[in-house]
């Protein structure tokens, strides 16, 4: 059983940073592979980045480079550091948790999702 709740979102100009955190609750938090996804308007649910308990960590092809994923088992919270943004990145952002993943990149993996929060990029 694990809560998240997503914060950090914001409107930023094109090249700009934001700093997306997701705070968890559950007994078993360290042990889960937790990843953000986003989804912007018309579009399906897209992979953006995640990190395994043993800090191994997984990208998309489109924010290699940009995006940094960590986490911080202490304070149950996961991270997500979005630097060189494009307005192409302009979505809603959701953490998202599982246990005993295999295919780490898909959606359907994931039991636990936060509310979202909103990027928008402009220009």
């Known amino acids: 059983q694990v809560q998240l709740v997503e914060s950090g979102g914001g409107l930023v100009q094109a090249g700009g940073s934001l700093r997306l955190s997701c705070a968890a609750s559950g007994r078993t938090f360290s042990s889960y592979i937790m990843a953000w996804f986003r989804q912007a308007p018309g579009k399906e649910r897209e992979f953006v980045a995640a990190?395994?308990?043993?800090?191994?960590?997984y990208y998309a092809d489109s924010v290699k480079g940009r995006f940094t994923i960590s986490r911080d088992n202490a304070k149950n919270t996961v991270y997500l550091q979005m630097n060189s943004l494009k307005p192409e990145d302009t979505a809603v952002y959701y953490c998202?948790?599982?246990?005993?993943?295999?295919?780490?990149?898909?959606?359907?993996?994931?039991?636990?999702w936060g509310q979202g929060t909103q990027v928008t990029v402009s220009s």
């Open positions: 990190i395994t308990w043993g800090h191994r960590l």
């Open positions: 998202a948790a599982a246990s005993g993943g295999v295919v780490v990149t898909s959606h359907k993996e994931y039991g636990y």
